[in-house]
T-cell receptor, first 112, second 117 residues
Framework: GENVEQHPSTLSVQEGDSAVIKCTYSDSASNYFPWYKQELGKRPQLIIDIRSNVGEKKDQRIAVTLNKTAKHFSLHITETQPEDSAVYFCAASLWSFQKLVFGTGTRLLVSP | EAGVAQSPRYKIIEKRQSVAFWCNPISGHATLYWYQQILGQGPKLLIQFQNNGVVDDSQLPKDRFSAERLKGVDSTLKIQPAKLEDSAVYLC???????????????FGPGTRLTVT
């Protein structure tokens, strides 16, 4: 079955810096890759997603890139703000309504 | 639209006891998921329903866990008997599975935090 690895496990940046989180997946048939943000004690919330027919997608300060050949995808956050501090999870699935296989999470801390 | 509702929010039980969690998905969402999130880990799918039928329960410990989705709306997840390692947050999610509108997203509920002592 699918396996998703995520790095780093923790990431500390200064406000205004960029943050990059990387994930690799094992099943070449996977074609949907969402990123979720989870604040302490809260539910995971989708922040951006990408499908396999797209190499890059941007939404304001957030971007995701996908390299299907290498089977890895990355989350890029620019101009980080303290409110970006949370745990970020990548995930992969065959289709968007199939089960999501999550990575282990990255705890992002943005210091003022 | 109203979000995914779950209850209870917190539950503390002793090992070998039983417990049940309830989920009400977003209205009209055909697909419902139960995930288990152990502290410090990503959510792991336990079971997926399409309407009232099971799509995937390959990671559900069927000797102790059971789930149902009667009438294709609300769902209940039960653990009997509970073990210490079942301590986790149980997340319910739903999706509309519509290809005609941008609604592939899985919407998560607030979760039920279970502590087994």
């Amino acid at each position: 079955g699918e396996n998703v690895e995520q790095h780093p496990s923790t990431l500390s940046v200064q406000e205004g810096d960029s943050a990059v989180i990387k994930c690799t997946y094992s099943d070449s048939a996977s074609n949907y890759f969402p990123w979720y943000k989870q604040e302490l004690g809260k539910r995971p919330q989708l922040i951006i997603d990408i499908r396999s027919n797209v190499g890059e997608k941007k939404d304001q300060r957030i971007a995701v890139t996908l390299n299907k050949t290498a089977k890895h995808f990355s989350l890029h956050i620019t101009e980080t703000q303290p409110e970006d501090s949370a745990v970020y999870f990548c995930a992969a699935s065959l289709w968007s309504f199939q089960k999501l296989v999550f990575g282990t999470g990255t705890r992002l801390l943005v210091s003022p | 639209e109203a979000g995914v509702a779950q209850s209870p929010r917190y539950k503390i039980i002793e090992k070998r006891q039983s417990v049940a969690f309830w989920c009400n998905p977003i209205s009209g969402h055909a697909t419902l998921y139960w995930y288990q999130q152990i502290l410090g880990q990503g959510p792991k799918l336990l079971i997926q329903f399409q309407n009232n039928g099971v799509v995937d329960d390959s990671q559900l410990p069927k000797d102790r866990f059971s789930a149902e989705r009667l009438k294709g709306v609300d769902s209940t997840l039960k653990i009997q008997p509970a073990k210490l390692e079942d301590s986790a947050v149980y997340l319910c999610a739903s999706s509309s599975q519509s290809v005609h509108k941008r609604s592939y997203e899985q919407y998560f509920g607030p979760g039920t935090r279970l502590t087994v002592t």
